[in-house]
């Protein structure tokens, strides 16, 4: 029977380690001679046998350590217990999607809601209620508006003419300058009244002088316009002023018979007065 060289313990037949310190057999040691473990008392194995939890080799009670693997004997692990199945899942509901219910759906977690519902029953978020969709209306047909012509202001008529005068008759009135209200007579038995401003050096003496009344600087010619009586009426003519004549802002052109009634305006280049008959 060999003998381990480590403690000394003798071995069984074929054992590859000691059974007393694990030792592999058949290698030297050089820790003490067999004569030092000579009167050591031997093991007797018994007649129970056991097997390694490594290897499974039939063991001595006893035994520190397996003679076949070297395993430390006592210090098996506890078998792992049975296992047992694993519960089966519980089978996997698919709830329907809102466009397969028709139900309104959270706009956040995507929960159908329920009918009426102000907030989602599963994170609390506001029902918001979809506007009601809006249906384009049909494009106008497009419209063509040709541009208004105006028609041309009708002519203002003339006014009639005074015809108090019978044939034969002088002119009798005055004429009333609007800027300072002041009045001028006509001379006494004329038939034909020259307006304008008197000028000695070109020997020009106009029955009606304006030069005292914003004539010069009113623009108004030596000799600017005339009245006249022709039959029973009297008229207005331009003597070809510079600044023109109006009568009740019509312009008068030169040479041209204008109709004077009573109370019209008159506009010599920029003074203004009122004829008025007696």
């Known amino acids: 029977m060999p003998i381990c060289t480590n403690c000394g313990a003798q071995q069984p037949d074929g054992a590859a380690f000691c059974d007393e310190c694990g030792t592999k057999l058949g290698e ?30 039939s063991t001595v009670p006893g035994e520190a350590y397996c003679d076949n693997c070297g395993a430390a004997l006592g210090l098996a ?27 309104p759906a959270c706009s956040n977690c995507g929960a159908l809601l329920g009918s009426g519902s ?7 978020t506001l029902v918001s209620t979809p506007a009601p969709a809006v249906v384009p209306a049909p494009p106008l047909a497009a419209t063509i508006v040709s541009p208004a012509v105006s028609a041309p202001p009708p002519p203002v008529p003339a006014p009639a003419p005074v ?41 020009v003496f106009p029955e009606v002088d304006l030069t005292d009344h914003g004539g010069d600087e009113g623009g108004v010619s030596r000799q600017h316009a005339r009245i006249l009586l022709q039959g029973s009426q009297i008229f207005m003519q331009d003597l070809n002023s510079t600044n023109y004549t109006h009568v009740n802002q019509q312009r008068v052109s030169p040479g041209q018979s204008f109709p004077l009634g009573d ?8 003074v203004k007065l009122n004829f008025y008959c007696t």
Do not use: W
């Not at 009333?176 to 002041?182: D, R, Y």
């Open 263 to 270: 109370g019209d305006e008159i506009r010599l280049g920029r």
């Open 77 to 103: 692990s506890p078998a792992p217990p049975p296992q047992t199945a694993a519960p089966a899942p519980p089978p996997t509901v698919i709830a329907p999607t809102p466009a397969q219910t028709g139900a």
């Open 163 to 203: 015809e108090r005068y019978s044939p034969g008759a002088v002119i009798q009135g005055y004429l009333v300058v609007q800027s300072t209200n002041a009045t001028i007579s006509f001379p006494p038995g004329r038939t034909e009244i020259t307006i304008g401003r008197e000028d000695p050096v070109s020997n």
């Open 118 to 124: 102000n907030f989602c029953d599963m994170c609390g």
């Open 28 to 57: 030297a040691n050089p820790s003490p001679t067999l004569s030092a473990f000579a009167n050591k008392p031997q093991f007797t194995p018994t007649a129970v046998v056991t097997t390694c939890h490594v290897c499974g080799t």
